[in-house]
């Protein structure tokens, strides 16, 4: 009896064709090759072994099933944009990472420029740098931006990297701006002229922001006006 089998990769079988004396049998091996994934994103796969018979037109089958498990977080937001921030302030974001995978997962993390002459680590930073996650385990990662002072320059972005170990690389892409406090108060005077003792007078003085941020201001009247 002669037999042929036949199965699709990432499944091999180790004899493709068996030859059977009558009332013998013989074995083979079932082979997975994980080498093709390149993503290391977990992954089912299903496969099927066909055996066909010489002279018969009969098939058997075997079916056959492989999971793929590597160490995967899920991050939100992927993207952070800090705003304008007044020169030389700080503010930070918080990143929400969880293990989806069923093993633990160990990671750490990399800022990267967009730009080759950006100085990244006077601009972001990243707490904790590193970390490990049971499976179903959550932890937020704070990131900051500090807005330079430039006269320059006024827009900063970057990369953070977060590396799993075993695992996939993700990405987050962080973007931030520095602005100065810029307005116009007018009028600077305000001349009443000559009025009576109990006559009310008004005047109007208009305040406005042309920054990009904003602009917080109190009023203060001399006690001598009150």
Not at 163 to 183: C, F, K, M, Q, R
Request: glycine share 4%; aromatic share 12%; net charge negative.
């Amino acid at each position: 009896l002669i037999i042929m089998a036949d199965v699709n990769p990432p499944f091999f079988v180790s004899t493709e064709q068996m030859y059977l004396d009558p009332n013998t049998s013989t074995s083979f091996e079932v082979i997975f090759d994980p080498s093709f994934k390149k993503d290391f994103t977990s992954q089912k796969i299903d496969g099927k072994i066909t055996f066909s018979l010489d002279n018969n037109p009969q098939q058997y089958f075997i079916d056959l099933h492989a999971s793929l498990v590597f160490p995967n977080l899920s991050l939100s937001p992927s993207k952070i944009c800090f705003g304008s921030l007044l020169k030389s302030t700080e503010d930070n974001k918080i990143v929400h990472i969880t293990n989806i995978s069923s093993i633990p997962a160990s990671f750490f993390w990399e800022l990267l420029p967009k730009k080759k002459e950006t100085d990244i680590a006077k601009l972001f930073d990243i707490y904790p740098i590193r970390g490990d996650l049971e499976v179903g385990e959550s932890q937020d990662i704070h990131i900051s931006f500090f807005a330079l002072d430039r006269d320059d320059e006024n827009f900063f972005d970057g990369i953070a990297v977060c590396h799993v170990i075993g695992g996939p690389d993700y990405t987050i892409d962080l973007n931030g701006s520095s602005s100065a406090i810029e307005y116009q108060l007018g009028p600077k005077t305000i001349d009443f002229g000559t009025c009576y003792l109990a006559e009310n007078l008004q005047s109007k003085v208009s305040l406005t922001n042309a920054s990009d941020i904003s602009l917080q201001y109190e009023i203060k009247m001399p006690k001598s006006l009150s």
